[in-house]
């Protein structure tokens, strides 16, 4: 995860919100300065969800590679 893409994906979701709100144009660098006030929570969001889908792919890649199970012709002692 890249924090300043998301950052910069932030804040033009925060203009495109600012611009329907008050019905004129936002600057990139005003949506900036109202984004910096909200951005820490949503930087912690960020990094919970990446973290979460790092556990999971890990717990699925865990279940996906199980240990190989012992066959049947292994597992029969030879006869004398």
């Keep these: 995860m890249n ?3 998301e950052w910069f994906a932030y804040v033009a979701k925060i203009r495109r919100k600012q ?3 008050t019905k004129k144009e ?3 660098r005003e949506a900036m300065k109202i984004a ?3 951005w820490p929570a949503e930087k912690v969001k960020l990094i919970n969800r ?3 889908e790092a556990r999971k ?3 699925e ?3 996906t590679s199980p240990l190989p199970a012992e066959s049947p012709e292994d597992s029969a002692q030879p006869l004398p």
């Design 3 to 5: 924090l300043r893409k």
């Design 19 to 21: 611009q329907r709100k």
């Design 26 to 28: 936002c600057t990139h």
């Design 36 to 38: 910096a006030t909200s």
């Design 50 to 52: 990446s973290k979460r």
């Design 57 to 59: 792919a890990a717990r």
């Design 61 to 63: 890649a865990k279940a």
